[in-house]
Every structure is written in structure tokens, then in C-alpha cells.
């Protein structure tokens, strides 16, 4: 069975965060291995705290995993803080050393799509360590303006948070350049760029190119949003279980 290493914060209305990407990578038929960064308190609209879980505990835990388990990408969304930050890139590090092609997927969210903290201290610093070690990073238009220039040997800019008619997503890898428009779907959603950030890296992890992973994780993106419902006012909830798209 292909497994992702997950390291992401728990976002207690199921949406975003560990959740989401345990219900994507299953659906893209690969194992979760779930590290919580952080704990948050939110719903399924706004951000109102932000715990992280301390960064010792947090290499343990997936050092125990790495020492016993295969695995074929990993996929980063938020560190916390700065600490869980380095301790997540030396992590990656020591995996590289045994598996030097290995994927890594990096969510970089500065805040949430109503601009709340998702972060303890300055959210750009704690990105720092963990741009220096993804192989795809995933911004949204906001994220890679205030991002600038990335190092990164792939970027994929998705324009869900744009206007228009379609929603306009770039990659840009070593030597290849593509663009894909989805129809824009009406609402908001809760946890779309987990969803999308998650099933790419479950489709590297499962072998797949980056040109199909992007293509197909993004396909099932658009029709988890497409079959979303909602829990309550607001933003609604990606519909990630495969049974019911
Ligand atoms: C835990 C967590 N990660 C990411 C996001 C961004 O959607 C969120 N709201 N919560």
C-alpha cells in the first residue's frame, strides 16, 4: 500500500486540515500517516486559536514511523511555528538521505481564507524551513504573490480565490509549464486546498508522473467541491469520500 507522511494541524470541524487530507489520501487509494502539528479552535468559516504541539513530541512521532513504515511522499500543511517548522525539515532530510526522489507536497498556508492566524508567531518564517525541502509547493494567487519568487523545483498556483468564469491553475515544473481551467463553482469551500495538496501527494506516493497526479488530483478536487455540503452557515465541506462523488 502506498503511505503518505502526513504533518498538518486538527481543525475539529472535520473541513480542513488532517481530516481532509486523510479523506483524500484514502480516496486516491494510498494510507495516511497523520502527524498533528497543531491543535486549532475553529468551525467550519473562521480560525480562533492556534496550539502547537511541542516539537519534540512531534519528531517522535514520526520518527517512530519512519524507523518501521515505507514511505512514498510526504505532504506538509501547517507547521504551527517556527520550532515544528525545522523539526519537520530535519525530518524530511534524514528521509532523503534514504529515498533521495522523494515527493514532498507543501500547502503553504499563510492564513485562512478569512485571513485568520493559522500560525503561532510570523506565518512567512515558519514557511521557511519547509519551502527549503518541499519538491511541490501549492499557493493559492494570494499566497504566491506574498511568497514571491519560489525556489521550488514545481509550483502549482491555483486560482480559486481569482474571479472569472474559470478557475485557472499553472504549474510550472523543471522543464514543463501547463495550465488547467475548471469551471468556477459557486460558494465557498472549507479546506479545498488541503483536498488538493493531499490527493497530489497520494498520487505521487502511488508513482504516478507530476503531470498525471496534478491533472487527476485536481479532477478529484473539483468534483469533491462540486459534490460539497454544508454543515451550517457559510462555507461548505468538500466532499472527499470516492462512494459518494
Ligand atoms: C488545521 C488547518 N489547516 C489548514 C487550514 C486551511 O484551510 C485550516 N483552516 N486548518
Redesign the pocket.
Given at each position: 500500500m502506498p503511505v503518505v507522511l502526513v504533518f498538518?494541524?486538527?481543525?475539529p470541524s472535520g473541513?480542513?486540515?488532517?481530516a481532509a487530507d486523510l479523506a483524500a489520501i484514502a480516496a486516491q487509494g494510498a494510507h495516511a500517516l497523520p502527524v498533528v502539528t497543531?491543535l486549532?479552535v475553529?468551525d467550519h468559516n473562521r480560525?480562533y486559536d492556534v496550539v502547537p504541539v511541542d516539537s519534540s513530541l512531534l519528531a517522535r512521532q514520526a520518527q517512530a514511523l519512519i524507523d518501521s513504515v515505507q514511505i512514498g511522499a510526504v505532504k506538509l500543511?501547517?507547521p504551527g511555528n517556527r520550532a515544528n517548522a525545522e523539526a519537520i525539515a530535519a525530518l524530511v532530510d534524514q528521509l532523503r538521505r534514504r529515498d533521495p526522489a522523494l515527493p514532498v507536497v507543501l500547502?503553504p498556508?499563510l492564513a485562512?481564507?478569512h485571513g485568520d492566524a493559522?500560525s503561532r508567531g510570523d506565518a512567512l518564517a515558519a514557511l521557511a524551513p519547509l519551502l527549503a525541502v518541499a519538491t511541490l509547493v501549492v499557493p493559492n494567487l494570494r499566497e504566491a504573490q506574498e511568497l514571491g519568487p519560489l525556489a521550488c523545483p514545481h509550483v502549482l498556483v491555483t486560482g480559486g480565490h481569482g474571479d472569472g468564469p474559470e478557475v485557472v491553475n499553472r504549474w510550472r515544473g523543471d522543464n514543463q509549464e501547463q495550465e488547467w481551467r475548471w469551471p468556477r463553482l459557486a460558494g465557498e469551500f472549507?479546506?479545498s486546498?488541503?483536498t488538493l495538496a493531499a490527493a497530489i501527494a497520494a498520487r505521487l506516493a502511488l508513482g504516478e508522473s507530476m503531470a498525471d497526479a496534478l491533472e487527476r488530483a485536481q479532477s478529484y478536487t473539483h468534483q469533491s467541491l462540486a459534490q460539497s455540503f454544508a454543515i451550517g452557515a457559510g462555507q461548505r465541506i468538500p466532499q472527499r469520500l470516492p462512494s459518494l462523488l
Open positions: 498538518a494541524g486538527l481543525d473541513g480542513a486540515g488532517i497543531a486549532t475553529q480560525v500543511g501547517i500547502d498556508v485562512s481564507g493559522l472549507h479546506g486546498g488541503c
